[in-house]
């Protein structure tokens, strides 16, 4: 007779459906991908992460060593601490123009956590989320998880990537429970004008549909773009859920820390689901997070102007290359830009472009079909201007080959200005 634990291995393991409605981050599989690489000893251009490069600043990191010195090690209240979720309220409020008391925050295990309840907390079976295209990857397996249905509208780049109100009113339903908007965007660096913004949420209000705003990027946006909050808006709390993240603002993405404002008996809701999944955040993280929220902003500034820097050297070298558009990101650390005219018979599509980009130039990005919007690629930033400079040789190298091969060069060689037209 063959062993218990034989007899377990050979059955097939049976899933729950709601983990089968969902798959694995894309932008983890090119990670993956890409570390194979670098594992053989290949020196990759990785412009896959969706991560800061630079270090948490000093001071945060002191926070938790203090904490744990002090033996803060402890279980803490499922939604946070009480002194960071009044410092993340006053510190919204000082840097984003909103008004949010403790009993409307919560603090998460990440943005991504912070998506993540909210949709749990709302969306039941058959319900439909709407998420304008290109999207980050969670959204439509956050909301599949909880049995929704995502409902995409598709944005262009010839409207810079920005979904208007008229769109989202056209794809509302009386299924409609969420609209998802996430500006600056990952992956196009789109920001959402303020009077835009506003149609949004007005059009939400009308129809009873809640606005979940991702605010992950908001304090890297660009040129003439202020960071901005739809909270900050009269009248708009009622209607509006806030999902923030000290991962890229304070370069934290290890910590695991996010926050929810939204109102009381959301928040209600959400902490009873925390309660039974997390629990509190680490503990020590949460005095790490309390001290950015307290403390001085000059790491933040840094980091924009050296995003700033790098943002204008990408795009003038991603502009130059015969075949290739890219509209100027307005925010965040992505550019995104379009592929397709290079996309032929031997590379079909923007996977087939990635694959070989890494196997023949050992440089990594990510495809824009992962994002909702074949015929992209997304090229993070988030690295330093000389493997910038580097990964650009190798990119021109790449597509300037095939577009000697016959490609209609001329495409890419029309004249783009940085700032997208007004
Ligand atoms: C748009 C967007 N929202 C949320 C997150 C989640 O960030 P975290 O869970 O690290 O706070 C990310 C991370 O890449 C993101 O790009």
């Not at 990857?137 to 008229?166: C, L, M, Q, W």
């Not at 290890?254 to 309660?275: C, D, F, H, N």
Request: with cysteine.
């Amino acid at each position: 007779m063959e062993p218990a634990t034989e007899v377990k291995r050979k059955e097939e393991i049976r899933f729950a459906g709601r983990v089968n409605r969902i798959s694995v981050s894309p932008t983890m599989a090119v990670m993956q991908e890409a570390e194979r690489f670098k594992g053989r000893g290949a020196d990759v251009v990785d412009f896959g992460p969706g991560e800061p490069d630079f270090p948490t600043p000093d001071h945060i990191k002191r926070a938790a060593v203090k904490a744990l010195e002090e033996n803060r090690t402890k279980y803490t209240a499922t939604p946070g601490i009480a002194p960071l979720r009044q410092a993340i309220c006053d510190w919204h409020a000082a840097q984003l123009g909103s008004s949010y008391t403790p009993a409307e925050c919560i603090v998460n295990v990440g943005g991504k956590h912070a998506v993540f309840n909210a949709i749990a907390s709302l969306v039941e079976s058959g319900d439909e989320v709407i998420i304008p295209a290109p999207y980050w990857v969670s959204y439509p397996d956050i909301v599949k998880y909880a049995d929704g249905n995502p409902v995409y509208v598709e944005t262009h780049e010839k409207n810079e990537f920005r979904p208007t109100a008229e769109q989202i009113e056209k794809a509302i339903t009386p299924r409609t429970r969420v609209v998802i908007i996430n500006s600056p965007t990952n992956p196009t660096g789109a920001v959402i004008p303020k009077d835009q913004f506003a149609a949004i949420l007005e059009v939400c209000r009308k129809h009873g549909v809640w606005l979940l705003s991702d605010e992950c990027y908001s304090h890297f946006v660009y040129s003439d773009a202020r960071p901005f909050s739809i909270a900050s808006l009269p009248g708009a709390k009622e209607r509006v859920i806030i999902a923030g993240s000290f991962s890229k603002t304070f370069a934290m993405t290890g910590w695991r820390l996010g926050y929810t404002l939204g109102p009381a008996p959301l928040i209600g809701a959400v902490t009873k689901l925390q309660s039974q999944s997390t629990s509190n955040p680490t503990s020590i993280a949460q005095y790490a997070a309390l001290e950015a929220m307290l403390g001085p902003m000059d790491s933040v500034r840094v980091m924009l102007a050296e995003y700033a820097r790098r943002r204008e050297r990408i795009l003038a070298g991603l502009r130059a290359i015969p075949g290739i558009t890219c509209t100027a990101p307005q925010g965040a650390f992505y550019v995104f830009p379009n592929v397709s005219a290079h996309m032929a018979k031997e590379m079909p599509d923007d996977t087939a472009i990635v694959r070989q980009l890494l196997e023949r130039e050992h440089v990594a990005v990510v495809p824009g079909e992962a994002f909702g919007a074949p015929g992209h690629l997304r090229i993070s930033y988030a690295t330093s201007i000389e493997r910038i400079e580097e990964g650009l040789r190798r990119l021109s190298r790449f597509f300037g080959q095939r577009s000697e091969r016959g490609l209609p060069a001329a495409a890419g060689r029309q004249v783009q200005t940085l700032e997208p037209p007004k």
